[in-house]
């Protein structure tokens, strides 16, 4: 192989793998990276006092949030203005929680790559805070639908520990409720099933089938968000969560973040518990 071909055939990928659109008087940009939850990084570039500004919008600190990152904390805070600041010196522009430079024309192509070297690189800070957590895990569950609730959707309400109806007329507790504020909207029963190992696991996931199969509402308002990946799991359980409920996996937030934003969307529906 040739190095002239060797960096056609790079730039090639590259292009292959670039978006752009025009949404208003901004430019939305698929960059062709991803975070490591599988999501395509997408960068904005608008006007910005004679000049350009190219942002992240915000959704990386999103991501961290989602992670449980808790971003106000002086420490994090500090670590964070410290590594989107050095993207782009003097011209980072620090508007909340945002990855954002401004720049002239002429500058914006590479400041669509330092923006997204940016966001690859706070991933460091998700990883390691998927893999260090204290808290318990239903704890975690629920800061991070509070935090989905905070930054996307504050016309939702997330009601822990609550005693929900099975078909016997008995009531039993889950681990929350998702749903819209207002009276009479439908509900999402949502159980976190956690445990360190595979053995550990079969006891929630047992009392999650339980529950949902006891439950008389459709699947999709029914929620296990089982702790880890799915390649942790043993694929019967799985199985056997997926016949009673949708199941997602805490180390992939967008898949949580999908459910949730779906079930806001769902017509209202009068008499829920």
């Not at 939850?37 to 997408?42: F, P, T």
């Not at 002239?104 to 893999?131: I, N, P, W, Y």
């Not at 800061?143 to 007329?169: C, M, N, Q």
């Not at 702790?227 to 043993?234: K, L, P």
């Amino acid at each position: 192989m040739e190095p002239q071909s060797l960096r056609s055939s790079f730039l090639n990928l590259i292009n292959d793998n670039l978006q752009a659109f025009e949404f208003e008087e901004q430019i939305i940009v698929d960059m062709p990276f991803n975070y490591s939850d599988g999501d395509r990084i997408s960068l904005i570039v608008l006007p910005f006092e004679n000049m350009f500004k190219v942002t992240d919008g915000g959704s990386t600190a999103l991501k961290l949030q989602m992670a449980g990152i808790n971003m106000v904390s002086g420490a994090v805070r500090d670590a964070w203005e410290t590594m989107v600041s050095g993207i782009a010196q003097q011209n980072f522009s620090p508007e909340g929680n945002e990855i954002a430079v401004v720049v002239e024309q002429s500058e914006v192509s590479k400041a669509l790559m330092d923006v997204a070297f940016g966001c690859v690189h706070s991933e460091h800070a998700r990883l390691k805070a998927t893999k260090s957590r204290r808290k318990p895990y239903t704890d975690q569950v629920d800061s991070r639908i509070g935090d989905f609730i905070t930054y996307k959707h504050p016309e939702a309400v997330w009601e822990k520990r609550k005693a929900v109806p099975l078909a016997s007329g008995r009531r039993r507790t889950v681990t929350g409720v998702f749903r819209r504020k207002e009276v009479g909207s439908e509900a999402l029963y949502v159980q976190a099933v956690g445990g360190a190992t595979k053995q550990e696991r079969n006891d929630p996931a047992d009392k999650a089938y339980t529950i949902f199969s006891n439950i008389d509402r459709p699947k999709e308002d029914k929620l296990v968000v089982a702790i880890g990946e799915i390649s942790s799991w043993d694929a019967g359980v799985v199985r056997e969560l997926n016949d009673v409920a949708q199941t997602v996996f805490f180390d992939e937030p967008s898949d949580l973040e999908y459910v949730l934003n779906r079930h806001i969307h769902k017509r209202p529906l009068a008499n829920q518990q």
